[in-house]
């Protein structure tokens, strides 16, 4: 079988007979194939993702043999509907019995993203606060840890062993196949993180034809809408290169190289470090030159497909990067100095992080797959002010996938996993010594069955264990089960519940510091969450003449249990006066229902329009307000004394609206788009901020903390606007004009933490 396109072998395709897909075959190295079948009529199928499948009708009688050449042409459309992180195996995306996002890569490219989460934004019932994601409301904001969200690239974990946070800059958007956004408790097939969704990353392997890619872009901030808060200097710029090399070398062995480079001065600045004669910040006392933000990154694939023994393929990718960058807790003020770090808030950080991961993968005959994956993956963070920590993570998973023989269109997915983090951190010390370790192993199955071609069912199950250190261990089964139905052509209706669970991470429990006015807690009694996710949706296809897509419509419900979240109160005063922990609160519950859409256009081969957005409304409300689940000092602790609006037990650091869309034209040589994004206000915010500026007013020649003031006179619809041009200089070479933040509108999405002001940006796209 060849590439229409390049007139190369494809190896790796698959072949089956329309009527049972467990007679199969894979095509070998050179494209040969041998497929074995009783006498009769048959129609063979041949499909490889991201190309049309070509299909023949044969007969077969005794004791003879047929030939057909399969010839394969490229289906970018099919692509973008082909998906695997719902079941772990390849599905159409309107099989699924869950919902879910997809983002093409395009999307990615042509907003200039220079760090993943930025195109993240962009999908419906996602939301990233200050770099975390938050999927329908299903977790609030707890300063960069323990994310409710899995992260994944390539179906392995990504998240920080220690503190569980997302390393956005490390994911290399130069190679991604698709990215793929389960949206509900997860957990029975990915794990703790899973609490309330999935961002599965896919990279790409090499297809027929040989690709090198260079980008570049150069970008300044402007100043902000107001002049008076501009505390830079030097020029604020930005700027970027990224390339990628990916080919098949002597038709078995496949190679991805990519990397990039990449400084910015940044938007957030240090504290005043003197006004007049006073010292404001002794502390974090930082030049212009030291909180810009620097990364390099070097990512590699490769994959030896056998041809010795057919079905067999092993390899190892590899990714490492090396960072400089700060992060702040809180502004100064809420005025002139709302785009620069509070005293002691901000801390540098130079980071060096990797991963290397080796990989084995069998497919039979007749079709039972088995893949072995495993990952070392370090991450090493020198920080200012007492705040450097490093980790281990060793995983491993081995997983089978099999169709039966004589149960059509039935699938089993089962694994094992294993996990071992090990910690080494003064920051967390709470534990009694600065080392900590983590173990976790899990099994887990899922059965997907499709019955009279039109009714999906899905049902899986997970145990996992954990022990961290020597305390004791917990064990915890999760459980999902989902249905979908195609009611006719075009329109199928699905319901699923899933239960998810996530243990603590090492940072939650033991973080120990302080500032010397304020400090973090530890809490190793900290227990897991668990939560469950049921929802119902319908998604239907549609065409309007040139214009074709899908609407997806679904309402959910869910229940959290044991939530953890970061308080603020007097814990312990031989540590500092008042300060931060985790605490395990109350019962939660977040009911809503979202609206997704995506669309394209082609009228003609030169002129194109493409669409992608949606809409999420969420209720996120305290079950028992009352409750009182800690004390701090002898002051008690319960919804109603913690929360700034206690009005309908609404829960903090949710939008109750977001609204998101993407539109672009292309015509010829040239293409514009925009993206819009609205986030109703924020629905609720600790009491604690009110607390601490009247702790800091005694502080005010200084610095005293101001936020509630913002809250009240801001808090109302945000509305962002980004826009794009480009220009196809031939077939190789592109370059567009990037402006995001159209409008340079001053707002926040986090607490005293500030949105960039308008960026303008220059990007060159080579490839051949």
Known sequence: MIDVESDQFLPGARLYPSSDKSKGS????????????????????????????????????????????????????????????????????????VSMEVINPNLIEDKNTTSIESALEQAPGL???????????????????????????????????????????????????????????????????????????????????PQTKFNVTTGVYST??????????????????????????????????????????????????????????????????????????????????????????????????????????????????????????????????????????YVTESGVSHSLRTRFFYVDNEITNNQSNSSTVMFGEYQLSRKFEHIPDFN?????????????????????????????????????????????????????????????SVVKPVFRTGISLKVKEGTTVRASHGQGFRFPTIAERFILTNTGTFGVFPNPDLEPETSSNSEIGIKQGFKFG???????VAGFHQEYHNTIEYLFGGWDPSIAPAGFKFINTFDTRVRGFDISIMGITDTSKDFQVTVYGGYTYVVPVALQPDSIYAYAKNRPLSYNLTRYDTTNNILKYRFQHTGK???????????????????GPMMNIDLAFKELEELTQPFSQFANIYYTDFFDKNNGFRYIQDARAAYKINDHMRVSLVVNNLANKLYSLRPMKIEPPRTTAIQFIYKM
């Open 412 to 472: 089993f997915t089962g694994g094992v996993v294993g996990s071992a983090t090990q910690s080494k951190a003064v920051l967390y010390s709470g534990s009694g010594l600065p080392d900590n370790r983590v173990r976790n192993v899990a099994g887990y199955a899922q059965l997907d069955k499709k019955m009279w071609k039109v009714l999906n069912i899905s049902a899986g199950l997970r145990m996992e264990y954990f022990k961290m250190n020597d305390r004791e």
């Open 127 to 209: 939301t990233i606060l200050d770099q975390e994601p938050q999927i329908r409301g299903g977790s609030g904001f707890t300063f960069g840890v323990g994310s409710r969200v899995a992260i994944i690239i390539d179906n392995m974990p990504l998240l920080t062993g220690d503190a569980g946070r997302p390393e956005w800059g490390f994911i290399p958007v130069e190679n991604l196949e698709q990215i793929e956004i389960i949206k509900g408790a997860s957990s029975v097939l990915y794990g703790s993180a899973a609490l309330s969704g999935v961002i599965n990353i896919r990279t790409a392997f090499p297809r027929s034809k």
């Open 546 to 552: 040139n214009f074709m897509g899908y609407l997806d």
């Open 224 to 361: 902000p809408a107001n002049p008076e808060t501009k505390w830079w200097n030097n020029a604020p710029i930005y700027s970027g290169f990224n390339f990628l090399h990916s080919r098949i070398i002597k038709e078995n062995l496949d190679l991805v190289v990519g990397g990039n480079v990449y400084y910015d001065h940044g938007y957030i600045g240090p504290p005043v470090i003197e006004e007049g004669s006073q010292v404001i910040d002794s502390i974090s006392n930082f030049t212009e030159e030291q909180v810009a933000k620097q990364r390099a990154r070097l990512n590699f694939n490769l994959r030896y497909r056998s041809k010795k023994v057919k079905g067999l393929n092993y390899g190892v990718n590899g990714n490492g990067m090396l960072a400089h960058s700060n992060f702040a807790l809180a502004w100064l003020n809420d005025t002139s100095g709302i785009y620069r770090a509070y005293p002691g808030a901000m801390a540098l950080q130079d980071q060096v992080i990797f991963n290397v991961d080796p990989f084995i993968e």
């Open 26 to 97: 894979i095509s070998n190295p050179d494209g040969s194939y041998q497929l074995n079948l009783s006498p009769g009529d048959y129609k063979i199928v041949c499909s490889m993702i991201g190309f049309a499948n070509d299909t023949v009708a044969i007969t077969v009688t005794e004791n003879s043999y047929a030939k057909h050449d399969f010839v394969l042409g490229e289906d970018p459309e099919k692509l973008k509907l082909l998906v695997v992180s719902a079941g772990k195996f390849e599905q159409n995306i309107d099989e699924l019995t």
């Open 661 to 679: 869309v993407d539109i672009q034209f292309s015509y010829k040589k040239w293409s514009v788009g925009y993206s819009g994004r609205i986030y």
